[in-house]
């Protein structure tokens, strides 16, 4: 696993988490998950800057742009949870 995502804060995590209940649903590689929706969700701030200040996302006002680790991060996530499930 790439280093830029050992020992991520739970808040950090929370939006690899999202991003993988994306990817579930859609079955498509997520490259993007909403930041801000104007309906009460809302990215934990001190996840996306931690996220930020590790060069694993761009955020702007309302969406998070993954980088090409936290995209594969999200994978990973994915697949333990798979895992997990099948155990």
């Given amino acids: 696993m790439a280093t830029n995502t050992q020992g991520l804060s739970d808040k950090a995590l929370s939006i690899f988490t999202f991003a993988a209940y994306h990817r579930f ?12 929706d104007g309906h009460g969700h809302e990215a934990d701030p001190d996840g996306v ?9 761009t955020a702007s006002e309302t969406r998070l ?3 090409a680790e936290a995209e594969a991060f999200v994978e990973t ?3 333990a ?7």
Avoid: K
């Fill in 25 to 36: 649903l859609s079955g498509e590689r997520v490259a993007a998950v909403v930041r801000r």
């Fill in 49 to 57: 800057a931690e996220l930020e200040q590790r060069g694993l996302l």
């Fill in 65 to 67: 742009s993954l980088g």
């Fill in 77 to 79: 996530v994915v697949d």
């Fill in 81 to 87: 949870i798979r895992r997990a499930g099948a155990a």
